[in-house]
């Protein structure tokens, strides 16, 4: 789950992060009122930040520093209700529907601080830069060695020997070393605490008069630990999520949108991963990755349709089920019922095997409907392909 830098902000705020003061506004009226308010509060420039679920605003032009009441007016307007493009969001752009208005800083130094997991060694990784401010993925593959890391045990956690190790390879100031330690500590205790999968401030800032603080924060949660994060779920924002897997996640499809094609209705998220790689081998391109799960009923089977079909890209659907916990008979009398309800015009090819199989096929076969039936998953991918040709 992902949030907005204003919420990821008060998390770190209540870990003891410094972060410019600062507060959310979703009309124009509240964010000028905001500006007001910090401007008479003795702020000597305003921000103006766009609140999307994804980076790259400043090169966007969702991020804009004013220096008065009337040219953060002026930014206000230009801002809320915009359709902001960045090289996050895709060409189409996501719209600003929540603005975060907050204090200037007079930055220094603009560095990098960010936890993540490295699957290779299965342990947190804490990172530090001094290329910070610019997109991170582009330092870490132009010059990796600009990231400096510390690897963090899980039994001890994050030591403050590595705090320190960091905060030297940052090129602090001996005054400010005690600080950025408890500042990274206070980041690592967020991260753990929250269950987090993902936590970058980019930019960390030094600023003029020394002091240190958070001026962007993402924060990723883990889905799998929400169920004990009741206060982390109400900052789901489903404005910024795809309207597609919002509306399977209720019926607890997992369900993630892709470019291509040919709609993909699978059951594991093995076997879904496997059958969109047959898809491209087989020259064709998924429309998505849909994993109905390991017991997935008949009902699930034609929400899970309801979706794929609500995608305009698609223009074949491939079915490929292992029976198991689903059977396939159950698999079939879904697909067949989903047809006549949903009225579905595009190629439905299937791969079935497993238990009840031999039902399945006959529920199928005597449904009156057109479905093509693959011997073998590369068959039924091949089908799939020449479907949609
Ligand atoms: P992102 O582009 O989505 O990562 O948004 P950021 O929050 O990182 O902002 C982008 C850039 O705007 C930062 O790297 C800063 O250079 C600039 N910026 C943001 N806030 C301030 C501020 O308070 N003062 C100044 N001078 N620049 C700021
Ligand atoms: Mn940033």
């Known amino acids: 789950m992902k949030i907005h830098e204003y919420q990821a902000k008060e998390i770190l705020a209540k870990y003891g992060v410094a972060v410019p003061r600062g507060e959310m506004a979703a009309t ?31 090169k966007g032009g969702g991020v ?15 801002i809320l209700g915009m359709q902001l493009i960045t090289h996050q969001t895709g060409p189409l752009g996501q719209k600003v529907q929540r603005l975060l208005i907050e204090e200037g800083s007079s930055i220094e130094r603009e560095l990098y601080l960010g936890i993540v997991l490295d699957r290779a060694t299965s342990k947190l990784v804490f990172m530090a830069s ?67 999968t993902l936590l970058e401030i980019n930019p960390f800032i030094t600023t003029t008069d ?20 009741k206060e982390l779920k109400d900052l789901r924002d489903v404005a910024e999520e795809d309207p597609l897997e919002v509306e399977a996640s209720k019926y607890a499809l997992n369900y993630i949108k892709l470019d291509g094609n040919i709609a993909c209705m699978v059951n594991g998220a093995g076997l879904a991963m496997a059958t969109m790689d047959i898809i491209q081998y087989a020259g064709g391109s998924p429309a998505n990755f849909l994993d109905v799960g390991g017991g997935a009923n008949a009902q699930q089977i034609e929400h899970a349709f309801e979706i794929l079909l609500s995608d305009k890209g698609v223009k074949a659907v491939f079915i490929n089920i292992f029976g198991g916990i689903l ?19 595009v190629p439905v090819i299937l791969r079935l095997e ?14 009156g409907f057109n479905f093509i039936v693959g011997e073998t998953m590369q068959d039924a991918a091949e089908k799939a392909v020449a479907a949609v040709q």
Do not use: W
Request: aromatic share 6%; with cysteine.
């Open 28 to 58: 124009y009226d509240e964010a000028v009122d905001v500006a007001k308010r910090l401007f008479a509060g003795g702020a000597k420039a305003v921000v103006v930040k766009a609140q999307i679920h994804a980076g790259g605003r400043g």
């Open 64 to 78: 804009k520093v004013t220096k008065n009441l009337e040219a953060a007016e002026d930014a206000i307007k230009a």
């Open 130 to 196: 001094q290329a910070g401010g610019m997109e991170i993925e582009e330092v870490a593959a132009k010059d990796p060695s600009a990231i400096v890391k510390e690897t963090i045990e899980p039994a001890v956690g994050f030591m403050p020997y590595q705090a320190r190790n960091l905060a030297f390879a940052l090129g602090l100031k001996p005054e400010q070393i005690n600080d950025a330690v408890k500042l990274m500590t206070g980041v690592y205790k967020a991260f753990i605490e929250t269950d987090a």
């Open 210 to 229: 020394g002091k240190l603080a958070a001026l962007d924060c993402k924060i990723n949660f883990d889905d799998n630990a929400m169920f004990r994060h």
């Open 327 to 345: 059977r396939v008979d159950t698999l079939a009398n879904g697909v067949v019922s989903a047809a006549k309800n949903l009225g579905i015009t």
């Open 354 to 367: 497993g238990t009840n199989v031999e039902q399945g096929r006959q529920i199928l076969a005597e449904s």
